[in-house]
Every structure is written in structure tokens, then in C-alpha cells.
């Protein structure tokens, strides 16, 4: 059980290991250069990727995003554009952890805009990620693809408002709601950060890298509400 | 390491410094989810990382040359734009790979166009976007994001 689990977690790594090991056998010498040429990305990865860690952890302690996100509504226009771009390029996650916490701007009163903006800006030019790119790439190849991407979302942003209107976009929320009291957490937003798990212990565990709930006699409500407001990808509803 | 990755370090420790020492708890904290993001991606990075010196031992460098090389590059781009927007892969271990690929001769208008495609194309990631915005928007997103992405790749070829 416990080797399927580790390979259902790591496919791809158990993958490639089990090619390298029957190489090893077949033909040494070129499974040894195979291992001599990794070895230069893997130093080079080794390099950047505290940098990346920390930067993620830092603007993720320090961008107040619930500022950004609350004066949604009376921003329009450009600065409304540029808080869309900001909040985009400073959150961390893959492109779908950007689905809910968008839909509820939009709920808001953001604007088609501004929506293609954050979900364009959160997918392609994230700060850490600027620093890797620079690092495997160069930095003139980083700054370039940076400066024409960004250009391209704001022409595709008012592109988009001008084909889509906003009446096309459901705004009822279709994920089945239990019955009431009950917590919900929305699996496919989940990115496992595991924020809510340290927030209430009691009520949230980790299971196959997603959050799930745990039913207990005392639910202590207090630390369940914090947890809900502190999901970075706003994964968990009651 | 060179000036650029030295001056990252630099530049990174001292923001972390001052994050500690103006709040520890709330550094701390953002570091521990820091760390389960990345720890759930740690094993697909090795992977890759190890996956590209197999790519490098087992297929010529002219191979790699020959088909993303400068000498069909349209058909080339059109191809990898494809293949970034069917895949899910982090960008995170996108970077190296594509890097690996540009060093051994690979045209840069196909990798930018993989690596555009990556991460703003989501054919995987599609009945979800099309559920919380509708069909048009989604439809509309991506297939922009696409297009846009075979611009920029062109753009860049003629500017570096």
C-alpha cells in the first residue's frame, strides 16, 4: 500500500528513476552521462529555488491582499487594471487557484476587464517565477517575454470585455451547497498549502495533498470561520 | 554562481530579514505554506530535472536542431504552442527543461510559445473555468491567450 501510494505521489520521479535503473544495467556508460548531464540544471535549480521558496513566502506574508480585494468594486478604469495586474503577478498558485478568488471579485463588481487581467497576469508573470525564468533563460529573455506578454494581456483584457458581456457569466453558484452548518471544500481549488490545517487543527486534515473536514463533536466554529477567510484560493465555503 | 544569481540571494535574504524582524509569526507562517506548495511539487522537479539529462544523452543535439531548430519555426511553433496548452505542468519546472532545450540549438520562437501556451492556455483546467465563467469567456480567454502566445513567440524571435 504504502509503495502505491509514494508512486501515485511521485509518477513522474518513479518513472524516471526506474529508466535510470534499468540504463545502469544495460549500458553504464551512457546512463552515467545521462546523470552528468542533469547534474548541471540540477545545481542550477538548487541555486534558485530558495530564492523562489522565499520570495512566494514573503509577498504571500506581506501584499495585502484583502485590501486589493475589497475596494474592487469602486475601482474602475485604469487603476482598477493596474490593482487587477498587482494582485495577479504578486499570488502564488497555479491558474485555476485564481477561479474562485476572481468570480468573487466579480461578484464585486469587477469588470470583464479586469478579470482577464488577474487570471492572465496570476498564469504568466509571477514575480518568483520571473526569477527562475531569468535564471534558465537569461535575464534579457525573461525581461522580453515580460514586457511583450504584459502588453498582450491588456489588449486581450479589453479585447475580451468588448466580445464577452457580463451578462454571459452565470453568477449563481452552481457547486451543490450541503445542507446547512456544514463545510465545504471544493477539491478541484484545492492546493494543499495547508493553511487551514494549522489554523484548526481539530477540524481540517490533509488527505492525498487536499484539505478535507473533519466531523467532530465540538466544532470549534471560531477557528473554522479564520480558516475560511485565510484559504489563499477561497476553497472552502459553509 | 554568477552576478545575477548572487544578487537574487542577496537581495531575497535581505527581504527576509526584515520580514523576521518585523513580523516573525506572520513571516513564519507564510513560509510553512510556502513549503507545502513546493513540497507537493519536489518530486515532479527531480524528475524533470533528471528527465532532461535522458532527453540530452538519447536524442542529438542536431535532432533537437532539425525539428525546433530556426529552420522550420512556424510549423515548430504552432506544435509547441499545442503541446503547452494541453499540458500541466508548474511553469516552476517548465523553465529548465525549455532551457535545456534552447542550449543545445532549439529556436527560441517555439520555446516562447510553449512556455506562453503553458501557462495561460488550460485545456485541462477548461470545464472548470467554462462552470465559473460561462462558455464564452472561456472560449474567448483562451483561444485570445493562444493567438497571443504565437505573437509574442514571433516577436521575440525578431527581438533577441
Known sequence: MKVIQYFNKNKLLTIVLLIYAVLFLITPAKAGLAVKNSIYYIVEMLQIMPVVFLLTAILEAWVPKEVIMNGFGERAGLKGSAFSFILGSLSAGPIYAAFPISKMLLKKGASVTNIVIILSTWAVV????????????????????????????FIMAYLTAMIVKIESIPMTELTHKKKGGEININEQYCMGCGICTRISPKNFKMKNKKAKFKENDVNDSENVNKAIEKCPVNAISN | MDIFTVSLWVLTFTALFLSLVKNKEKTVSSMKMARSMMGSMIG????????????????????????????????STIVSAIVGSITLIPAFVAFPLVG??????????PSVAFLTTLTMVGVVTFPLEKREFGLKFALTRNSMSFAFAIIIALLMGVLI
Not at chain 2, 535545456?100 to 520562437?109: H, L, M, R, W
Request: no cysteine.
Open chain 2, 44 to 75: 515532479d522537479i527531480f524528475g524533470i530535472l533528471l528527465l532532461i539529462g535522458l532527453l540530452l544523452t538519447f536524442i542529438p543535439p542536431e535532432n533537437i536542431k532539425n525539428i525546433l531548430g530556426q529552420s522550420n519555426y512556424i510549423a
Open chain 1, 126 to 153: 509571477k514575480v518568483p517565477m520571473l526569477a527562475n525564468e531569468a535564471k534558465f533563460l537569461g535575464p534579457k529573455f525573461m525581461g522580453v517575454r515580460w514586457i511583450l506578454t504584459t502588453i498582450a494581456i
Open chain 2, 100 to 109: 535545456s532545450f534552447v542550449d543545445v540549438g532549439a529556436s527560441i520562437v
